[in-house]
């Protein structure tokens, strides 16, 4: 299984960012995916994550109304459009995968990882 996340750089607070995460090695469709970042020096957080079929997402609070999560299951993709980015969204944000029905907020449920997409937020 491979979960390659792309899409991360440098952007101006009040920019813009989408994210990618394509999945291989797995039926794709049987997943709930999420998104997670970690700052520098602070622990991995949750921030969004998405039913198998769309249907259903969430979000951590401090990213309600700014961020969006979404899937193609077709390309086996999931997506993380970020609006109005803020410096204290800065950090590596990682894609992960999670055999279940109902999404986690805990990424100790998830299965599989990707490798992280750097976003730096300047002020």
């Known amino acids: 299984v491979q979960l390659q996340a792309s899409g991360g750089g440098l952007v101006q607070a009040g920019g813009s960012l989408r994210l990618s995460c394509a999945a291989s090695?797995?039926?794709?469709?049987?997943?709930?995916m999420g998104w997670f970042r970690r700052a520098p020096g602070k622990e991995r957080e949750f921030v969004a994550a998405?039913?198998?079929?769309?249907?259903?997402?969430y979000y951590a609070d401090f990213v309600k109304g700014r961020f969006t999560i979404s899937r193609d299951n077709a390309k086996n993709t999931v997506y993380l459009q970020m609006n109005s980015l803020k410096p204290e969204d800065t950090a590596v944000y990682y894609c992960?995968?999670?055999?279940?029905?109902?999404?986690?907020?805990?990424?100790?449920?998830?299965?599989?990882w990707g490798q992280g997409t750097l976003v730096t937020v300047s002020s």
């Open positions: 998405i039913s198998r079929r769309g249907a259903n997402t």
């Open positions: 090695g797995l039926t794709f469709s049987s997943y709930v």
């Open positions: 992960a995968a999670d055999r279940v029905v109902i999404p986690s907020r805990d990424g100790e449920e998830y299965d599989y």
